[in-house]
């Protein structure tokens, strides 16, 4: 297992997780919920409400409330990375 010692090289490897978790709470925050409104629509139908504006307003109150499922949608890219990275992992590991 490599562990970092050095402050600097920690440091870095904070940087890169902390850029990477902004990006990806970016994508859950701004892409994913076009996709889901998008992608609902078309499998159930038109959306009750007004439109997207309305979607993506129930689906702030939902987030700033903290509802669970709400911020499972926004972290889900963040999480399904982190699995992967995790399933990288244990196939290195149990390789050895």
Do not use: H
Request: charged share 10%; with cysteine; hydrophobic share 50%.
């Amino acid at each position: 297992m490599n562990t970092t010692s050095n402050p600097s090289e920690l440091r870095q490897l904070a940087s890169k997780e902390i850029a990477l978790f902004t990006g990806l709470l970016f994508l859950g925050l701004a892409i994913l919920p076009i996709m889901v409104y998008f992608v609902g629509q078309s499998v159930f139908g038109t959306y009750g409400g007004v439109g997207y504006a309305e979607f993506f307003g129930l689906l702030g109150d939902k987030i700033r409330q903290g509802d669970i499922v709400a911020w499972f949608l926004v972290l889900s890219p963040y999480l399904g990375w982190q699995c992967l990275r995790l399933t990288v992992f244990a196939w290195r590991f149990i390789g050895r």
